[in-house]
C-alpha cells in the first residue's frame, strides 16, 4: 500500500529551475528518512539529496548550492528545489524511503526500500 508519486520534472534550458514533488501515501511520513535519485540512461542510479526524519539534509557534491531539498510533514510531500540546472542534471528522478534514519546521510540508493515511479528532467544547452 505504500506509495510514492513523483511530479514536476519537465525540459528546462541550462540555467533554469524546476521544483519537483514526491507525495507519499500509505506510510507515517515523518517515521521515514527522504531521498531523491536520478539515473541517466546506461549510468548507474546515484543519490542527489536526503533529508532525514529528523530534518537534517545531505547532499552530493554535484548540487551543493544549487538544489535544496525539503519536506512538509504535514502534506506527506517531498520537494526537490534545483536551480541553475545543468544538462549533466539530466535524467529520471525518483524518491525514496526509509524507515527509522533521523539524523543519517544515507545517499547509497541500496539503503531505500520505497521507490517512487520517477519524473523526467531534462536540461538543454
Known amino acids: 500500500q505504500v506509495q510514492l508519486v513523483e511530479s514536476g520534472g519537465g525540459s528546462v534550458e541550462s540555467g533554469g529551475s524546476l521544483r519537483l514533488s514526491c507525495t507519499a501515501s500509505g506510510l507515517t511520513f515523518d517515521d521515514y528518512a527522504m531521498g531523491w535519485f536520478r539515473q541517466a540512461p546506461g549510468k548507474e542510479r546515484e543519490g542527489v539529496a536526503v533529508?532525514?526524519?529528523?530534518?537534517?539534509?545531505t547532499y552530493a557534491d554535484s548540487v551543493k548550492g544549487r538544489f535544496t531539498i525539503s519536506r512538509d510533514n504535514a502534506k506527506n510531500t517531498l520537494y526537490l528545489q534545483m536551480n541553475s540546472l545543468k544538462p549533466e542534471d539530466t535524467g529520471m528522478y525518483y524518491c525514496?524511503?526509509?524507515?527509522?534514519?533521523?539524523?543519517?546521510?544515507?545517499?547509497?540508493?541500496?539503503?531505500?526500500?520505497?521507490w517512487g515511479q520517477g519524473t523526467q528532467v531534462t536540461v538543454s544547452s
Open positions: 533529508i532525514a526524519s529528523g530534518g537534517s539534509t
Open positions: 525514496a524511503a526509509r524507515w527509522g534514519m533521523r539524523t543519517g546521510r544515507q545517499l547509497n540508493p541500496i539503503q531505500y526500500n520505497y
